[in-house]
């Protein structure tokens, strides 16, 4: 299939040919949810210990005599059920939070998401972006000149100038074509790529 290509003017100056099984597959809902679940799950860190009744600073005497209280039955004050007892199933630090997806699945679904972006009008591609200068202020009149806010770029090479005058926006991310992930993918509203990083993510999901 061809996509229109477009310069830093936002001229069109004709069009690339792209592969049909990345930028023209059929939208798979479920492959695409494994993705990102996963991806989402395998950036999670376990930081959090709580303590179980074995852990929390209370007595092991037991609080009152089992019958002709008339209250319930209670053996120590570290029970779950108790205010300040200790957890049934507490969070440790060894806590294992990874989900395994297969590299074919994982193909699947970005070329599925890449495909949905090109069928929404999200995506578009520009023969080359670079910058001179390392200042914000000359990255944002770019944006202006090509219309973008919310703006995902994806370039073949991440030089510094291009990361340090990107990197105080807020809305604005750029990532190398082998650094791209279905989470921000999805997350922004436009994503700009450019002609060098199709030939890199042909590469990479074919």
């Known amino acids: 299939m061809e996509l229109k290509l477009i310069n830093e003017q936002k001229q069109d100056i004709g069009s690339i040919s792209v592969s049909d099984c990345l930028f023209n597959r059929e939208y798979n809902e479920a492959i695409v949810h494994q993705i990102v679940t996963s991806y989402l799950s395998n950036a999670r860190s376990a930081t959090r210990a709580q303590k179980d009744r074995s852990s929390v600073a209370k007595s092991n005497r037991k609080p009152w005599r089992q019958k002709g209280s008339g209250r319930a039955r209670a053996g120590r004050a570290s029970s779950p059920i108790w205010r300040g007892g200790g957890k049934v199933f507490p969070n440790t630090p060894q806590e294992n939070y990874k989900k395994k997806i297969n590299k074919k699945m994982y193909r699947v679904g970005m070329s599925t998401i ?21 200042k914000t202020k000359d990255f944002n009149e770019k944006l202006k000149i090509l219309g973008f806010k919310n703006l995902l770029l994806i370039t073949d090479e991440l030089k510094d100038t291009l990361y340090l005058s990107s990197r105080n926006i807020p809305d604005v991310l750029v990532l190398e074509a082998d650094s791209i992930d279905p989470v921000n993918l999805l997350k922004f509203e436009k994503t700009l790529i450019t002609a060098n990083s199709i030939r890199k993510l042909e590469e990479l999901f074919l």
């Open 114 to 134: 890449l495909s949905r972006l090109v069928r929404d009008e999200r995506l578009s591609v520009i023969d080359d972006f670079h910058i001179e200068t390392h």
